[in-house]
């Protein structure tokens, strides 16, 4: 297979093209997403042949199919649960980067009880209607479409009123407005929906099924690591001159991930600059750390290699993210131990121009996105130990 892609890339990779025209190439011939249906853009390969063509791509200074929460979230969740006028609708134009996506699950009411949404969509004809609020958006300031959850039946049992939609978000009755977080940046958004329309072809799966197709989404959301920069140092052309723009934009929303992350790369060299490394203590909050990072990450790539098998998103999933917040946590632990007082000290006052503090004030939201770490305990209690589900009220 990597001969065939090898072969195929040197026939057909052409720096000069634009970035749009190299995507539709890419997408047309199945190697963007080599793992999906031949059907739609893919070639019925097995899920470990994504890696395959990454490498590959990479090595070659070529360009993939391109970052965030299109391809990662809603083309898979279209893919499984959509029609086949909305896959071919809205799945080229997603993997060749020309509509981006937010996802509008979250509501001020309903974060991790998120079948209480009362965002609502009535029929009007062939379009919905929506009306509601929506919280945390990632990105939906600049998104083209919203993946879009909606009651649209409230007789019915919280679980079996709400509807799936591809919202489009450049319309008058969707409002975005970004909210500015502890840390200076502002990566989310309250997003007002007052009288927006949403055609009933961009509906994902039956009325009232909204809830089986927001499973599929939020079980690719747990599954994927850190969001990593494409590797387009080894390439020169147009192709890569726009690819890099792209990533450069994209990541001025993610800028503070890393250090939400905790930014465990830093603790020992944290430490010798503040004189601390001898400490016997100190030393051993750091190996311990060091531990915990390494046991998290060897859950994570037995997760990636359960993927990478074609197994579905599984209990890994859980365990992986509630690993990464400990982590997180325990890292920012340290940051405070070493950095003291000047830990409090913001910007190029601060240690290392002010990332230790961005550190602390980041690493909370760690344990929030996603589904937040008690409600991964509820999962791992519940699906993968087989405990007694907890009461519902
Ligand atoms: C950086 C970031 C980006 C995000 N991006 C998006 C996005 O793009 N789109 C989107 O839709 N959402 C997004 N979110 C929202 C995220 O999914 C929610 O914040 C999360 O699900 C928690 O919901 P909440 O904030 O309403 O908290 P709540 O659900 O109100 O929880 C409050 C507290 O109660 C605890 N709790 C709640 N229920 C239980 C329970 N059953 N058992 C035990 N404890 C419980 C929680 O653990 C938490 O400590 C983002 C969040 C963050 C931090």
Not at 249 to 267: I, K, M, N, S
């Amino acid at each position: 297979m990597r001969d065939e892609f090898r072969d195929w890339l040197t026939a057909h990779w052409d720096a000069e093209l634009t970035l749009q025209e190299w995507r539709e190439r890419l997408a047309d011939s199945g190697w963007a997403r080599p793992s999906w249906p031949s059907q739609w853009y893919g070639r019925d390969l097995p899920a470990w042949s994504e890696q395959l063509v990454a490498d590959e791509l990479g090595a070659a200074g070529a360009v993939g199919p391109p970052l965030g929460s299109g391809m990662w979230l809603a083309a898979p969740t279209i893919l499984e649960h959509g029609d086949n006028e909305l896959k071919q609708r809205v799945l080229r134009p997603t993997m060749t980067g020309e509509r981006s996506w937010c996802q509008l699950f979250s509501e001020p009411g309903a974060g991790s009880d998120l079948a209480g949404l009362t965002t609502r969509a009535e029929r009007d004809g062939d379009e919905w209607v929506v009306n509601g609020q929506k919280v945390w958006s990632t990105s939906a300031h600049y998104a083209d479409f919203g993946m879009l959850l909606a009651r649209t039946d409230r007789d019915a049992p919280k679980h079996a009123g709400i509807t799936y939609f591809v919202l489009p978000m450049h319309q008058p009755g969707v409002e975005a407005r970004p909210l500015r977080q502890m840390n200076g940046y502002a990566s989310f958004n309250e997003v007002f929906l007052t009288d927006a329309r949403v055609p009933d072809a961009n509906r994902v799966g039956a009325p009232g099924a909204g809830w089986k197709v927001a499973l599929t989404t939020l079980a690719h959301e747990r599954s994927f690591g850190a969001v990593r920069r494409p590797r387009l140092e080894r390439g020169t052309g147009r192709v890569v001159d726009e690819a890099a723009t792209e990533a450069d934009h994209f990541f001025e929303t993610y800028r503070w991930y890393p250090q939400r992350a905790g930014r465990v790369d830093l603790v020992v060299d944290l430490a010798r600059r503040v004189g601390r490394a001898d400490d016997p203590v100190v030393r051993q909050r750091i190996a311990a750390l060091l531990s915990l990072q390494r046991a998290q990450e060897w859950t994570a790539r037995r997760a990636a290699a359960a993927r990478a098998l074609g197994r579905p998103p599984g209990p890994e999933g859980s365990l992986g993210k509630l690993g990464a917040s400990r982590v997180a946590r325990a890292a920012a632990e340290v940051h405070a131990m070493l950095a003291g007082a000047h830990g409090t000290l913001a910007g190029r006052d601060g240690l290392l121009d002010g990332i230790v503090t961005e550190v602390l004030v980041s690493v909370p939201a760690q344990s929030i996105a996603g589904g937040t770490d008690e409600v991964q305990h509820n999962i791992i209690g519940e699906r993968v130990l087989g405990l007694p589900k907890e009461p519902a009220p």
